[in-house]
C-alpha cells in the first residue's frame, strides 16, 4: 500500500504593511503556537505615535481644570444670587454670572470629549502598532522562510516572508 500524509493546511505569511522586517523570530523546521510572534516590522514612528496618543488620553489636568472653573463660577453665580435679591448688585451683574458659569460648563464639556477623542486615537495607533508584529495563526510549523530582516515586506503582497503547515491534524491518503 502507498499513503501521502500532507499538513490540514498549509499557509504563505505576508505582512499586512509595506515595511522593513526588522526581525524574523523563526528558522525552518520550528515548531510555533497560535499567537506566537512570527514577525516584526520596522515600527519607530508607530511606536512614537502610540505613545503620544496614550499619554494624550490619559492627561486629566485639563479636565480638573475645567470642573474647578466649573466649581467656582457656580459659588459666584450663588453670591450673586443672594446680592441681587439684597438689591447689593444689578440683575445685570448676577446675569454676567450666569453666562460665566455657562461657559464653565460648556469648557468643561468640550475637555471631556477631547479626552474621549484622545482615547480612540490611541486605540486607533494601538491597532497601526500591532499591525507591525505578525503573529502565528494556527499552531503548526514553518516550512520555509523567504526574506530576511532588512528585506522590504509586502512591496508587492505576492511575496509571503515565510510559509507555515499546520500539522495536527494530518489527512492521510492510502491508496488500496
Do not use: W
Not at 499557509?11 to 506566537?36: C, H, L, N, W, Y
Not at 446680592?83 to 468643561?108: G, M, P, W
Not at 500591532?130 to 502565528?136: E, F, G, K
Request: glycine share 4%.
Amino acid at each position: 500500500h502507498d499513503c501521502m500524509i500532507f499538513p490540514r493546511q498549509q499557509i504563505e505569511i505576508r505582512s499586512p504593511v509595506e515595511a522593513m522586517i526588522e526581525s524574523v523570530r523563526v528558522k525552518r523546521g520550528d515548531s510555533v503556537t497560535k499567537g506566537q510572534v512570527l514577525v516584526t516590522l520596522e515600527s519607530g514612528p508607530e511606536r512614537a505615535a502610540f505613545a503620544l496618543a496614550q499619554s494624550r488620553a490619559q492627561a486629566v489636568g485639563e479636565i480638573r481644570a475645567a470642573k474647578a472653573r466649573v466649581d467656582i463660577t457656580l459659588k459666584k453665580l450663588r453670591r450673586a444670587e443672594e446680592l441681587v435679591k439684597q438689591n447689593f448688585i444689578s440683575v445685570n451683574a448676577r446675569d454676567e454670572a450666569e453666562a460665566e458659569h455657562n461657559l464653565a460648563i460648556e469648557e468643561l464639556r468640550r475637555a471631556t470629549e477631547n479626552q474621549k477623542i484622545a482615547y480612540h486615537e490611541a486605540k486607533r495607533a494601538s491597532e497601526v502598532l500591532a499591525m507591525r508584529t505578525i503573529r502565528s495563526p494556527f499552531s503548526g510549523v514553518v516550512v520555509e522562510v523567504l526574506l530576511k530582516p532588512g528585506e522590504f515586506g509586502a512591496i508587492t503582497f505576492k511575496d509571503p516572508i515565510l510559509k507555515l503547515a499546520e500539522i495536527d491534524p494530518l489527512h492521510v491518503e492510502v491508496i488500496l
